[in-house]
T-cell receptor, first 113, second 114 residues
Framework: QKEVEQNSGPLSVPEGAIASLNCTYSDRGSQSFFWYRQYSGKSPELIMFIYSNGDKEDGRFTAQLNKASQYVSLLIRDSQPSDSATYLCAGWGYRGTASKLTFGTGTRLQVTL | DAGVTQSPTHLIKTRGQQVTLRCSPKSGHDTVSWYQQALGQGPQFIFQYYEEEERQRGNFPDRFSGHQFPNYSSELNVNALLLGDSALYLC?????????????FGPGTRLTVL
């Protein structure tokens, strides 16, 4: 079982709709979770992070965390064509003396006109 | 405020050669982590450096080694290159004193091994 799992997609949504990206994790020691956006050929760009159960909103983005279900999600409201990218979910926790981010394989989002 | 920088941008090597990649962390950051991202995959953790020491290593062979300098910049060295080492190599910086969790990535180095 992978530590962080995501549906590879592609997830296709029309412009203006809500995109819902999901992620599950197996390591209960993970303390916080990060969503990165990665355009093709570029490096990951941090969008949001969440530490506590519940929702966290930042502009058009809402991250949701449910530690009991080991589930993280990212909602993108009013999706725009510029949101078309791969979204990486990552869990963070201490492993020994260092912290480590563990990534899923990413979900490709396509926002159609 | 300078972000994370990496050099070179692209690199082409042949099997068996050695390569050195470089990274300068974001201003105010003291911790550097290196990741390998193969096509269609998420980044895989290679190792992390803080206070010029390797603090944690992922599942990568000893052919992968690194170094951190007093100015917090870092190098990733890969010896005896294999075709499978072709990937995007990402450097991420963070601050150890604030927990080290929020990591910012550089633009990456695309390594092609022929």
């Amino acid at each position: 079982q992978k530590e962080v799992e995501q549906n590879s997609g592609p997830l296709s949504v029309p412009e203006g709709a809500i995109a819902s990206l999901n992620c599950t994790y197996s390591d209960r020691g993970s303390q916080s979770f990060f969503w990165y956006r990665q355009y093709s050929g570029k490096s990951p760009e941090l969008i949001m992070f969440i530490y506590s159960n519940g929702d966290k909103e930042d502009g058009r983005f809402t991250a949701q965390l449910n530690k009991a279900s080991q589930y993280v999600s990212l909602l993108i409201r009013d999706s725009q064509p510029s949101d078309s990218a791969t979204y990486l979910c990552a869990g963070w926790g201490y492993r020994g003396t260092a912290s480590k981010l563990t990534f899923g394989t990413g979900t490709r989002l396509q926002v159609t006109l | 405020d300078a972000g994370v920088t990496q050099s070179p941008t692209h690199l082409i090597k042949t099997r068996g050669q050695q390569v050195t990649l470089r990274c300068s962390p974001k201003s105010g950051h003291d911790t550097v982590s290196w990741y390998q991202q193969a096509l269609g995959q998420g980044p895989q953790f290679i190792f992390q450096y803080y206070e010029e020491e390797e603090r944690q290593r992922g599942n990568f062979p000893d052919r992968f080694s690194g170094h951190q300098f007093p100015n917090y910049s870092s190098e990733l060295n890969v010896n005896a290159l294999l075709l499978g080492d072709s990937a995007l190599y990402l450097c991420a910086s963070s601050s150890w004193t604030t927990g080290g969790d929020t990591q910012y990535f550089g633009p990456g180095t695309r390594l092609t091994v022929l």
